[in-house]
T-cell receptor, first 111, second 115 residues
Framework: RKEVEQDPGPFNVPEGATVAFNCTYS??????FFWYRQDCRKEPKLLMS???SGNEDGRFTAQLNRASQYISLLIRDSKLSDSATYLC????????????FGDGTTLTVKP | NAGVTQTPKFQVLKTGQSMTLQCAQD?????MYWYRQDPGMGLRLIYY???????DKGEVPNGYNVSRLNKREFSLRLESAAPSQTSVYFC??????????????FGPGTRLTVT
């Protein structure tokens, strides 16, 4: 079993839809969590950090569920420009920041 | 600020050749990372360096060596390239040294083909 797992999709949604991605992790000692966005195999770019209390940035909401060991990303009112691959990453702070990425979930937003 | 820079952007090698991928960051970050990304897959950690003078193996270190030359620079060396090392290589850096400081910032990548 992979340490970090994501549903690869693809998710095909119409503009304006709400879409949610989950990412599960197996190491309960994991301490930091992030969502990244990657366009057409360019470099990943940080989308948002994920905190235990949940956090929101405009149309994006990230949540962490430590008991069930997953993080989620919710995108409301999808735009064409949201089409990309979304990667979750888990960091093990006790090991000087060693990180594990999921394989990514592909989102296509259609007009 | 250039952020994280990588050279070269593209490279074609023959099996058995060697080369070094260069990475530099100007954000005064402590930690640096090398990843590879194969088609349809996520990023896999090759090596990382928590701070200047230290390096550690990641998930897929075989066939690679690294050098943390100074705080700014972290290089990745392929001693004898193999077709299985055809991939896109990304370097990243993060502030490190704190639970809120592990956000990673990536360079543009090096696209390597080994024939």
């Amino acid at each position: 079993r992979k340490e970090v797992e994501q549903d690869p999709g693809p998710f095909n949604v119409p503009e304006g839809a709400t879409v949610a991605f989950n990412c599960t992790y197996s190491n309960s000692a994991s301490q930091s969590f992030f969502w990244y966005r990657q366009d057409c195999r360019k470099e990943p770019k940080l989308l948002m950090s994920v905190y235990s209390s949940g956090n929101e940035d405009g149309r994006f909401t990230a949540q962490l569920n430590r008991a069930s060991q997953y993080i989620s990303l919710l995108i409301r009112d999808s735009k064409l420009s949201d089409s990309a691959t979304y990667l979750c990453v888990v960091i093990y702070n006790t090991n000087a920041g060693k990180s594990t990425f999921g394989d990514g979930t592909t989102l296509t937003v259609k007009p | 600020n250039a952020g994280v820079t990588q050279t070269p952007k593209f490279q074609v090698l023959k099996t058995g050749q060697s080369m070094t991928l260069q990475c530099a960051q100007d954000m005064n970050h402590n930690s640096m990372y090398w990843y590879r990304q194969d088609p349809g897959m996520g990023l896999r950690l090759i090596y990382y360096s928590a701070s200047e003078g230290t390096t550690d193996k990641g998930e897929v270190p075989n066939g690679y060596n690294v050098s943390r030359l100074n705080k700014r620079e972290f290089s990745l060396r392929l001693e004898s390239a193999a077709p299985s090392q055809t991939s896109v290589y990304f370097c990243a850096s993060s502030q490190g040294l704190g639970a809120s400081s592990y956000e990673q910032y990536f360079g543009p990548g090096t696209r390597l083909t080994v024939t």
